[in-house]
């Protein structure tokens, strides 16, 4: 089953969302009414991993540091941390807490800073508007793996809290350069938990920036900031946003590509010509697509092949964009030229055919422009994805998405051979521990809460937030019928 990924998100005030907490399971599913804060929840998950998972730039923090050190607080901390380093000698000295608490603070400090730009990229808009109307502040809950509170407030930067740990850490100074571990009491000290081999060189491209190659204070300040922030800034998952309409997208390939090349050649000057955020991200990923990797998944079919028959044809000519084709009988077009479901589905099978273990694919409404038996067929290709290690969040208005989703579940209680009596792959089914199934509920005061929709290996997953919609409308039909009559 695939790998874990023990993240949970909690929100309040955040667009249209009141309050609400979800958990990012191998498989979770968003459902609720249009405008509800579906998409704010799934983009904030994305930005939270992107953020979790893109280092911490040795750019980014030099500029942080550039700032601090007109603090005389920040200041007292490198002279600390000097003092501490020279008088390790050849060995390990224990580092106080008066010296390890500002540290976190500026492990704090730089993960909000750098959240907030993610949260800002991939929303396209300003932090305030990103605060739900009449509160003055946003807040987000992130624990699991780590954990850490986030306030967005209108007219203010962002500040975060890490939890406290019982870690404590020692240091080593040798030949000019810092070494931190981990100090837990009853085990003594141990390798650090910073396992990329480069942090030096990353404390070198950071000092050097500053014109600080020298500063052995800051040197131990810098090493121990990327020991603490490890987890939250080195964390292996990547995710990709598979946005709405990517038909849409597509059709407009070549020209949004364009501009996106022409932002990054020219820089500010093109500033408000940009395309950034999930947009980018996407056409992007299409224009990085390997033209010699076949775009077929591991357990046979694709989900273009299967769904519509034909495949797809990937190409890129020198000196122009990734040129992907769909292919049939013969005749190939531009995707762009294709059908809305096999335009809409190609994003996925791309995905699909290059993604790594343990990779999150945010996918919304990927029931979008298919027919009914065409959602179930691909319900299928990514419940297959998930027993393959990929985590999915997926935002769907689709009955039969969920239904299909559902009956995977129900699907776990049978034999390898009673599924494929039923003609299903032997590995075709989910546990309930990897589905995490969620409904947007109007509140009182005009938001929407989050709340866990029950599911279970028995039941399935509760089709409530369909049904009602189905008795209103067999409800209308009963009295159409029966005026009819009179």
């Known amino acids: 089953m695939a790998a874990d990924a023990p993240l949970e998100i909690g929100v309040s005030n955040f667009g249209p969302i009141s309050k609400g907490t979800f958990r990012i399971a191998p498989m979770t599913i968003l459902v609720g009414p249009n405008n509800s804060g579906k998409t704010y929840a799934a983009l904030l998950a994305h930005s939270v991993l992107s953020c979790l998972s893109a280092g911490a730039s040795p750019w980014s923090l030099a500029s942080l540091v550039s700032e601090q050190h007109k603090v005389p607080g920040f200041r007292r901390l490198v002279s600390g941390m000097e003092s501490l380093a020279a008088s390790a000698g050849s060995g390990r000295v224990r580092i106080p807490p008066r010296l390890s608490g500002p540290v976190y603070d500026l492990v704090g400090a730089f993960f909000a800073r750098e959240l907030a730009s993610t949260i800002e990229g991939n929303f396209g808009i300003g932090l305030a508007g990103l605060v739900r109307t009449g509160a003055r502040s946003s807040k987000i809950r992130i624990s699991g793996s780590v954990a850490a509170s986030i306030t967005l407030r209108k007219g203010s930067p962002p500040t975060a809290v890490l939890d406290p740990t019982a870690t404590q850490y020692a240091l080593a100074a040798r030949a000019g350069q810092i070494a931190v571990y981990e100090h837990k009491p009853g085990n003594g000290i141990r390798d650090s938990r910073y396992h990329d081999s480069s942090v030096n060189d990353r404390v070198d491209l950071v000092l050097d920036k500053l014109g600080m190659a020298e500063n052995l204070g800051l040197r131990a300040v810098l090493t121990l900031f990327m020991t603490i922030g490890q987890p939250y800034f080195s964390r292996p998952t990547r995710s990709y946003y598979l946005p709405a309409g990517r038909s849409g997208i597509l ?123 065409s959602q179930t067929k691909l319900a299928k290709h990514i419940m297959r994805l998930v027993n393959d290690g990929t985590h999915a969040i997926l935002v769907t208005h689709s009955v039969h998405f969920l239904e299909q989703m559902s009956l995977f579940l129900k699907m776990s209680r049978l034999t390898p051979g009673q599924r494929k009596q039923m003609k299903y792959a032997p590995g075709d089914f989910l546990d309930n521990d990897d589905v995490s199934t969620y409904a947007f509920k109007a509140d009182p005061k005009g938001g929407y809460e989050i709340r866990e929709i029950e599911h279970s290996v028995a039941d399935g997953i509760s089709q409530d937030e369909f049904i009602h919609t189905i008795e209103c409308m067999y409800e209308e039909d009963l009295e159409v019928e029966q005026k009819v009559e009179l």
């Open 251 to 373: 059709s407009t390939y070549d020209m949004l590509l364009s501009n996106i090349v022409n932002s990054t050649k020219y820089g500010e000057r093109d500033r408000d010509a940009r395309i950034t955020g999930t947009m980018s991200d996407f056409v992007t990923f299409f224009h990085n697509v390997p033209a010699q990797r076949p775009p077929v998944p591991k357990n046979g079919k694709t989900a273009v092949g299967e769904m519509f028959g034909g495949r797809l044809v990937l190409s890129k000519p020198r000196f122009a964009p990734t040129r992907i084709t769909y292919k049939l009988n013969g005749t190939e077009i531009p995707i762009r030229r294709a059908s809305s479901g096999i335009a809409e589905t190609a994003p996925f099978q791309l995905f699909q055919s290059g993604s790594s273990r343990a990779d999150v694919l945010v996918f919304e409404e990927p029931e979008a422009h298919l027919h009914p038996e």
